[in-house]
């Protein structure tokens, strides 16, 4: 299904792609790898950013996009809700498929978003020293279409 994107959300894919080649270029200069960013947009207009959180104990890893979202409740309030995520990570050239997040993101993104966020995939290619093209095509699909049935614990009387 196709999604114009909105002026918020054109927004936030504006500022994704200076934030990640400012991060990206920071990380080559002290020799990192690329990773996936993920940039939040809540419903009261904030972004936050987020990056994985990877340690040598799987368990404790944090993908991007709950990194994101976290953010945003540290900065708002849980009561905060996901408008848009957009999610990018570093593909080795312009025709390899986007990365789109995992399952644990995709109810996160759910949970504290609704059935009609916005999730934006795209991927940024390191073409030489310093030096990406970003977003060379992007996916927009809705929080329902990634996560069709939500999990939903029973209620009890």
């Excluded at 500022?15 to 993920?38: F, N, P, S, T």
Aim: aromatic share 10%.
């Amino acid at each position: 299904m196709a999604h114009d994107l909105t002026e918020d959300e054109e927004e936030l894919v504006s500022y994704a792609r200076e934030k990640i080649v400012e991060h990206a270029q920071k990380r080559w200069e002290e020799g990192l790898y690329d990773v996936l960013y993920a940039f939040v947009l809540s419903d009261n207009g904030g972004i936050y950013a987020g990056k994985p959180f990877e340690s040598n104990q799987p368990s404790f890893n944090v993908c991007a996009e709950r990194h994101a979202i976290n953010q945003m409740q540290y900065e708002e309030s849980e009561q905060a809700t996901v408008e848009a995520i957009l999610v990018a990570g570093p593909v080795p050239d312009e025709d390899h498929p986007e990365t789109m997040p995992c399952g644990a993101c995709r109810h996160a993104i759910n949970e504290f978003g609704d059935k009609d966020t916005t999730v934006i995939v795209s991927s940024f290619v390191r073409e030489r020293k310093g030096e990406w093209t970003m977003f060379p095509k992007i996916r927009v699909f809705t929080a329902r279409e990634l996560y069709p049935e939500s999990y939903k614990p029973v209620e009890w009387d």
